[in-house]
């Protein structure tokens, strides 16, 4: 088995954890990062000066160079589906940090343009890879909470001006968006990949701009109906001092479980329920920094397990775990939110 030589496209915060994990792979056999672009060169330069690889002035070049497998998109969101038409074009599988797009349409272009070339389209939803996440999918899918009639998921994290002065595209609604976009994505895709696709957005208040200077919303509540006739409920903001962790619980007539952060906070069905391979650790922690505060403040374990997942999944011939289909309700549900609530496009 060959490694898979990537390509990093972005080298601004959260490439540095795509060049963390494929150090790790690189140390496996299983890839390696073989290049670099960024519309700053001087970043690229840095990524590849610590990483490895060639930095290229621009995401053309490098996806003229047939040595390159794959490429992850680091890059602002709104930029994600262009992108990834443009490397499915050019035959490089494609690896999108969250979200697909911001934009539903621009996530089917691209979408179609990864099946039209056969390549390999996934997406980072890291949360996932929890083993405390997996332990409720495995325990859901298994019929173990019997019919799921409740979700809701809670992101009251906080975001200073100044988080959003760091970059130009950020709160924008054509890159970027608000915090159900940004920061409550991850939400966005649990709550659907857990308890199925929601059919409805029942209702949607969303507050753009509020008590900070961007475009997009910075709190928002809505209710949702699901296509199995469960209902749900989001609650949004980035401006609550200083951010609890991020929550998600799911009830069924014979099971309930919570997730607080990657960790399993209530689990307990009616029947006797044993799953040896995921065994989570079951204490909410409280670590001082997290990401309720600070974006960067991950551990890289998920990004880990959900990149060896993308690159296993070449090298064996099977769709990833985050495929871009299963990462698309996610974006879908997004554009919903906002179409109810009148704002953004949908104003
Ligand atoms: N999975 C997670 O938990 C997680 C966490 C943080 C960020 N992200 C995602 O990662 C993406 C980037 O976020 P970030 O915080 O790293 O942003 P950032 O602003 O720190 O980095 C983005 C980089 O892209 C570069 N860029 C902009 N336009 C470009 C272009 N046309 N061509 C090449 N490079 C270009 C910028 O110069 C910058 O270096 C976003 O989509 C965000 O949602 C995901």
């Known amino acids: 088995m060959k490694p898979l030589r990537f390509g990093i496209v972005g080298c601004g915060g959260i490439a540095d954890t795509h ?3 494929l150090t790790r792979l690189k140390a496996e056999g299983l890839a390696e990062i073989v290049a670099a672009t960024d519309a700053l060169p001087e970043r690229a330069q840095k990524f590849t ?3 490895g690889g060639e930095a290229f002035e621009s995401l053309e070049a490098l996806l003229a160079r047939p040595e390159i497998d794959a490429v992850t998109l680091c890059t602002p969101s709104g930029l994600h589906g262009p992108m990834a038409v443009l490397a499915a074009r050019a035959g490089k599988h494609i690896l999108s940090e969250k979200p697909l797009d911001v934009w ?15 390549v390999v389209y996934g997406g980072i939803f890291q949360e996932r890879f929890s083993p405390a996440a997996r332990k409720v999918k495995k325990a859901i899918d298994s019929g173990a909470f019997g019919e799921i009639v409740l979700a809701c998921a809670e ?4 975001r200073s001006q100044e988080y959003y002065d760091s970059g130009d595209w950020r709160g924008t609604w054509k890159l970027d968006a608000g915090v159900f976009s940004n920061q409550g994505i991850h939400s966005l895709d649990k709550v659907q990949w857990l308890a199925g696709p929601v059919a409805e957005v029942l209702s949607a208040t969303l507050c753009p701009s509020l008590h900070r200077n961007i475009e997009a919303e910075t709190l928002g509540v809505v209710t949702l109906r699901f296509e199995s006739g469960a209902l749900g409920t989001l609650t949004m903001t980035t401006l609550a001092y200083e951010g609890f962790p991020e929550r998600v619980d799911v009830s069924g007539t014979k099971g309930s479980a919570m997730l607080v952060g990657d960790h399993l906070a209530h689990f307990t069905t009616k029947e006797p329920y044993t799953d040896t391979e995921n065994t989570p650790d079951t204490a909410p922690k409280d670590t001082g920094e997290n990401t309720s505060s600070n974006p960067l403040a991950l551990t890289g374990d998920g990004h880990l397990g959900n990149i060896r997942d993308f690159v296993l999944a070449i090298h064996e011939g099977r769709p990833p775990l985050v495929s871009a289909r299963s990462a698309r309700p996610a974006v879908k549900l997004l554009n919903m939110i906002y179409e109810k609530a009148r704002v953004g496009p949908y104003a």
């Open 104 to 118: 539903i349409d621009a996530a089917d272009q691209a979408i179609a343009a990864a099946e039209a070339s056969g």
């Open 49 to 51: 000066s610590k990483y």
């Open 155 to 158: 992101t009251k994290w906080y």
């Open 19 to 21: 060049g963390e994990a």
